[in-house]
């Protein structure tokens, strides 16, 4: 499978998986990312995918590039981070098919990152 077919694949399952959580389970505090919820997570996933593709890279990867996608999206409800995700992946995986291994650290970050998720949760798979 192509990198943006990964990451089409994972947006989704992770999608799936937020829709059905409490609020209490989104508030759950991720260990693999010590400073985040697992909403925190989906609105950094959210946040790389809506800055790549508005061209928002000065600073990529970094603490505060990171933590802007996550204060971005602070008082939005999980189904509303989900749903921008959904409307905006499309076009970033477009941009990973055209740019190919130039962006396989996004592909790595949303594969590990739903690991992170799932880890606490407690509810494995997609590995």
Do not use: F, K
Request: some cysteine; proline content about 6%; glycine content about 8%.
């Amino acid at each position: 499978m192509e990198l943006a077919g990964i990451y089409a694949e994972t947006r989704v399952r992770i999608g799936a998986l937020a829709r059905e959580l409490t609020p209490e389970q989104a508030a759950t505090p991720v260990p693999a990312t010590p400073a985040w919820t697992v909403q925190d997570v989906l609105a950094h996933l959210t946040g790389v995918c809506v800055d790549i593709t508005e061209g928002r890279i000065e600073g990529a990867a970094t603490p505060p590039w990171t933590a802007a996608q996550v204060e971005a999206r602070r008082g939005r409800s999980l189904a509303e981070v989900v749903a921008e995700w959904d409307e905006r992946g499309p076009a970033l995986e477009a941009i990973i098919t055209n740019a190919g291994g130039a962006v396989s650290a996004v592909v790595a970050d949303v594969v590990t990152h739903e690991q992170d998720i799932r880890a606490a949760l407690g509810r494995p798979g997609a590995r």
